[in-house]
């Protein structure tokens, strides 16, 4: 897989966009959360057909980056000091630093409290936490896994081959080709309607590769709620 930047001028609008390509047939373009443009493209796809097929989506990709744009700016990086509030599961809870001889990360009655022998170092209470964030996400996205599952109409035939969880700047979720699904680290600090729906929509690309009539056909029966999740990801995540 390959990765390429490039820029299209489209009218006084300037679109810059990346290409990863994939052993892929199809050319599919993607307008993320963070306004940036991706485009999926074969392997042997020539930049002038990339650039045809983006200019003609290119009022679709201004509406989008112009409705991401209404969530920006995003929320300002944390700290991680005393006070602080984070997210998990979609509720807030204000952080806690405590001076101990021992290393921990706990939810103590909606406080995210941390044990550190290092009380005034941020940098080691952000690798406390963002531990325990990494923990949290692999005991709960097989957990919402198994219940996305279930509504399907035979499970098994969508069953991720593994998981992979890692924090990435773009994208909540991608199924890959060989049918390992990756997960968004961040994710875990969303609300479990949202991450089911994440899943959910990576679960469907395991009959539908590609974001066509289809794959929303599908999507639509086995959540048929999943536009209001979207949004509430979009908002919450923002």
């Not at 056909?217 to 536009?227: A, C, I, N, Q, Y």
Request: hydrophobic share 40%; proline share 6%; net charge positive.
């Amino acid at each position: 897989m390959t990765r390429e930047l490039h820029c299209l001028q489209y009218g006084e609008r300037e679109i810059q966009y990346e290409i990863v390509r994939r052993p892929r047939k199809t050319l599919e373009i993607a307008v993320e959360p963070d306004t940036s443009v991706v485009i999926a493209a074969p392997e042997d796809a020539t930049l002038e057909a990339i650039e045809v097929k983006l200019r003609k989506r290119a009022a679709w990709v201004t509406r989008q980056q112009r409705y991401f744009s209404q969530f920006l700016p995003r929320t300002p990086e944390r700290k991680f000091v005393a006070g602080e509030t984070h997210l998990f599961l979609g509720r807030h809870y204000r952080l806690k630093v405590v001076p101990h001889v021992q290393e921990s990360v706990k939810l103590i009655r909606g406080f995210i409290v941390v044990q550190t022998h290092r009380p005034n170092r941020s940098e080691v209470t952000r690798e406390l936490v963002e531990a325990w964030y990494r923990d949290r996400a692999h005991v709960t996205f097989p957990e919402r896994i198994e219940l996305c599952l279930g509504h399907f109409p035979d499970p098994e035939a969508f069953r991720p081959k593994g998981l992979i969880v890692r924090q990435t700047k773009q994208r909540w979720g991608s199924m890959s080709p060989a049918g390992c699904l990756l997960l968004n680290r961040r994710l875990v600090q969303a609300s479990v309607d949202v991450i089911d729906y994440v899943i959910t929509h990576e679960l469907c690309h395991m009959a539908e590769p590609h974001h066509g009539a289809a794959f929303f056909e599908l999507l639509d029966k086995v959540m048929p709620d999943w536009v209001c999740r979207k949004q509430r990801l979009e908002r919450s995540m923002a």
